[in-house]
């Protein structure tokens, strides 16, 4: 029995997709569509991800530097932004996808939907973690020499430091949001890349 006609002879049917699963060459079907995990996730990093924001937005009322303030205001926008594309891909993902299109096509269509989600916050992180990376640079010296800003960096030898800082952490937040992000969904689209392969032999 050819998985793609089977799936297509079902379609508009509840009772035949649910027969056609009950069947041995499908028994495993639904396990092995990782999409209910990758929902799961998505949700659980979503509710992270305002969580932290709130944090931000309690940490402006406690610092005076409006050079803090500024990169704390772009990391809550980049978390909203982050959270808003999240909710609309959680929404866009249907964990008991339709049999009305190809099954190849549906699973793509999610597997595509999470490479493109992911490489828009890669690219944007690239422009925030320096800004936030900057910030609370900005923060931990002008609390810890007591000095004002303008004259904490008016320093060569800060700035210097400044410098290696931001070649150190940007690259650690850059590899770490890539580490977290395949702890998360590395190896339920790996799962959803690998059924894909199998529909197209």
């Not at 990391?75 to 891909?89: H, M, P, R, S, Y």
């Amino acid at each position: 029995m050819n998985i793609e006609n089977t799936w297509q002879q079902s379609a508009g049917s509840d009772d035949a997709l649910n027969n056609m699963l009950q069947t041995n060459e499908f028994s495993n079907l639904h396990s092995k569509l990782p999409l209910a995990k990758l929902k799961k996730n998505l949700l659980i990093g979503l509710l992270l991800a305002i969580l932290i924001t709130a944090i931000y937005v309690v940490l402006i009322f406690f610092i005076s530097i409006w050079q803090v303030h500024l990169a704390i205001a772009i990391a809550i926008l980049f978390n909203i932004w982050v959270g808003l594309d999240t909710w609309k891909l959680y929404t866009n993902i249907n964990a008991n996808i339709s049999a009305i299109n190809s099954l190849k096509d549906e699973l793509q269509k999610n597997y595509s939907g999470f490479q493109k989600w992911w490489r828009i916050q890669e690219r944007l992180g690239l422009f925030v973690y320096p800004i936030a990376a900057t910030g609370g640079f900005i923060l931990g010296g002008v609390e810890g020499s007591g000095k004002p800003v303008e004259v904490f960096l008016y320093n060569p030898k800060i700035l210097l430091v400044l410098g290696v800082t931001l070649l150190i952490l940007v690259p650690l937040c850059y590899y770490g949001a890539r580490w977290m992000f395949n702890y998360a969904y590395g190896k339920h689209l790996k799962k959803l890349k690998q059924l894909m392969d199998e529909l197209s032999n």
